[in-house]
């Protein structure tokens, strides 16, 4: 199966920024879609960004767009999320997620195969 591997959260202030990283195994990379994620504590996991197969097309929920931008690197099997204007409800573990090849990415998590082991991400005041 796919491996995904995210790395890049921390601690940081609010108004600051991370970029989160997450790493791909396999050679088909180019045909999956990818999301983002988040969960905090106590709360339901939730749809935090997305980008499809060809890379041409981004979702974000609204609760980010205009913060956080997704992006992929085919050549390095690796999408990221870079997190700008971090404010302390953004606190979370994000995880990445891949859909089948070639399916459109969606906010649920219902239609990705894959999943990483997720990074904590903590925003303080």
């Known amino acids: 199966q796919v491996q995904l591997v995210e790395s890049g959260g921390g601690l940081v202030q609010a108004g600051g920024s991370l970029r989160l990283s997450c790493a791909a195994s396999?050679?088909?990379?180019?045909?999956?879609?990818l999301g983002w994620f988040r969960q905090a504590p106590g709360k339901q996991r939730e749809f935090v960004a997305a980008i499809s197969w060809s890379g041409g097309s981004t979702f974000y929920a609204d609760s980010v767009k205009g913060r956080f931008t997704i992006s992929r690197d085919n050549a390095k099997n690796t999408v990221y999320l870079q997190m700008n204007t971090l404010k302390p409800e953004d606190t979370a573990v994000y995880y990445c997620?891949?859909?089948?090849?070639?399916?459109?990415?969606?906010?649920?998590?219902?239609?990705?195969?894959?999943w990483g082991q997720g990074t904590q991400v903590t925003v303080s005041s």
């Open positions: 997620a891949a859909t089948p090849p070639y399916n459109p990415v969606t906010s649920s998590g219902r239609h990705y195969d894959y």
């Open positions: 396999g050679r088909t990379f180019s045909s999956y879609g």
